[in-house]
């Protein structure tokens, strides 16, 4: 267990709908990473949050919004859905930034 | 903008045989980390790499950062079943953001 908590497990939704990924990192950490991973891919950073401030984004798409609450958990915002956003959505959590990043369970996105 | 790319894609080997996987930059990396992701789960932190030409090992697996820092390995000595899974790096980007690009991944099987 990496201390690190994602939900939903799973989420089935369909084309055009909205859905909310949570997260809350391992107790302590400040930093928290979004990562995206379909079907046999590799990860695809989205973005990253250190102590509530946006840090970084990568490919992430305008559909696509997050962000880190007062007290640390963050949430992935997906809207206007499509059936290439079906994938695995990794949170990942760190002490801080440069450092070793602890991943949760993911969260299993198919849109019908 | 800045690439990882692992070789080889995929490897099978007999248990007992070694294992190497090769993560190339395209640019002067500032550290390296390594994850192994287990079908089904989520990635693992196994390790990070800051110094040129470092080498650290961890039981039958020895990692190496190469002296221009642009290149890294890592070699499984005498495979388990237990060592199957996808490894892959990440960089971390230079561009001062902090995010982690991850390498394409190399799907190891073992096969007993």
């Known amino acids: 267990d990496s201390g690190v908590t994602q939900t939903p497990k799973h989420l089935i939704t369909a084309t055009g709908q909205r859905v909310t990924l949570r997260c809350s990192p391992r107790s302590g950490d400040l930093s928290v990473y979004w990562y995206q991973q379909s079907l046999d891919q590799g990860l695809q950073f989205l973005i990253h949050y250190y102590n509530g401030e946006e840090r970084a984004k990568g490919n992430i798409l305008e559909r696509f919004s997050a962000q880190q609450f007062p007290d640390l958990h963050s949430e992935l915002n997906l809207s206007s859905l499509e059936l290439g956003d079906s994938a695995l959505y990794f949170c990942?959590?760190?002490?801080?930034?440069?450092?070793?990043?602890?991943f949760g369970q993911g969260t299993r996105l198919t849109v019908v | 903008g800045q690439q990882v790319m692992q070789i080889p894609q995929y490897q099978h080997v007999q248990e007992g045989e070694d294992f190497t996987t090769y993560c190339n930059s395209s640019?002067?990396?500032?550290?390296i980390q390594w994850y192994k992701q287990r079908p089904g789960g989520h990635p693992v932190f196994l390790i990070q790499l800051v110094k040129s030409g470092e080498v650290k090992k961890q039981k039958r697996l020895t990692f190496q950062f190469g002296e221009a820092k642009k290149n890294s390995s890592l070699h499984i000595t005498a495979t388990q079943t237990t060592d199957v899974g996808t490894y892959f790096c990440?960089?971390?980007?230079?561009?001062?953001?902090?995010?982690?690009?991850f390498g394409t991944g190399t799907r190891l099987k073992v096969l007993a």
């Open positions: 640019t002067t990396l500032s550290n």
């Open positions: 990942a959590s760190s002490p801080g930034v440069n450092t070793e990043a602890f």
């Open positions: 990440a960089a971390l980007s230079t561009s001062g953001t902090y995010k982690y690009i």
